[in-house]
């Protein structure tokens, strides 16, 4: 059972637009997420998180929305740019537990031109 | 800071050999975390080791090992391979375990098993 999920494999934008990834958890006691970008070929690249405490955060292009009630987070890119166009994953985890990070399975984004 | 480092990026094996991957993480970080990346599953924690000592496990069986070095330097080794062990293996560092810490990923070492 997938305790964090991204129920869009993919999703398509027009450049200067607003790209918003989603990502479900069904663990309780996850207190830190974060978003990771994947180009072919390389490993995952931070990007930004957010900690249980916090409901946004925000870092320049992109910001990261945290409904804990709904274990629901969301990453906002805007404007989206063809340089974005890469797999998001979401990753959770629970701070006291070291660093194991529980990855959704990725979104697919392509930003066009 | 030179960023974290993973050899070989390449390897092909046969059913039945092991393999020994080697991660070596952002000077000064402690914290060394392996994942396993296939399509089908997407990226899944392996184990996490933290001053020389393991200290999470994902949910792997016990042919897949680790252990890291007094320099922080980790590496992971999977005996008796099977095809299903085709993937690429990440490896990941941070200064602490736990906490409020993103990981670093390397580039990977794909791994085939023919």
């Known amino acids: 059972d997938q305790q964090v999920k991204q129920n869009s494999p993919s999703l398509s934008v027009q450049e200067g637009r607003i790209s918003i990834l989603n990502c479900d958890y069904t663990?309780?006691?996850?207190?830190?997420f974060l978003w990771y970008k994947k180009y072919p070929a390389e490993g995952p690249t931070f990007l930004i998180s957010?900690?249980?405490?916090?409901d946004k955060n925000e870092d320049g292009r992109f910001t990261v929305f945290l409904n804990k009630s709904a274990k629901h987070l969301s990453l906002h890119i805007v404007p989206s740019q063809p340089g974005d166009s890469a797999v998001y994953f979401c990753?959770?985890?629970?701070?006291?537990?070291?660093?194991?990070?529980?990855f959704g399975p990725g979104t697919r984004l392509s930003v066009l031109p | 800071k030179a960023g974290v480092t993973q050899t070989p990026r390449y390897l092909i094996k046969t059913r039945g050999q092991q393999v020994t991957l080697s991660c070596s993480p952002i000077?000064?970080?402690?914290?060394v975390s392996w994942y396993q990346q296939t399509p089908g599953q997407g990226l899944q924690f392996l184990f996490e080791?933290?001053?020389?000592?393991?200290?999470n496990k994902g949910n792997f069986p016990g042919r897949f090992s680790g252990r890291q070095f007094s320099n922080s330097r980790s590496e992971m080794n999977v005996s008796t391979l099977e095809l299903g062990d085709s993937a690429l293996y990440l490896c990941?560092?941070?200064?602490?375990?736990?906490?409020?810490?993103?990981?670093?990923f390397g580039p990977g070492t794909r791994l085939t098993v023919l």
């Open positions: 990941a560092s941070s200064p602490t375990s736990g906490g409020a810490n993103e990981q670093f």
């Open positions: 663990n309780s006691m996850f207190d830190y």
């Open positions: 957010i900690s249980s405490i916090k």
């Open positions: 990753a959770a985890s629970e701070r006291n537990y070291g660093q194991n990070f529980v």
């Open positions: 000077s000064g970080h402690r914290s």
């Open positions: 080791y933290f001053s020389e000592t393991q200290r």
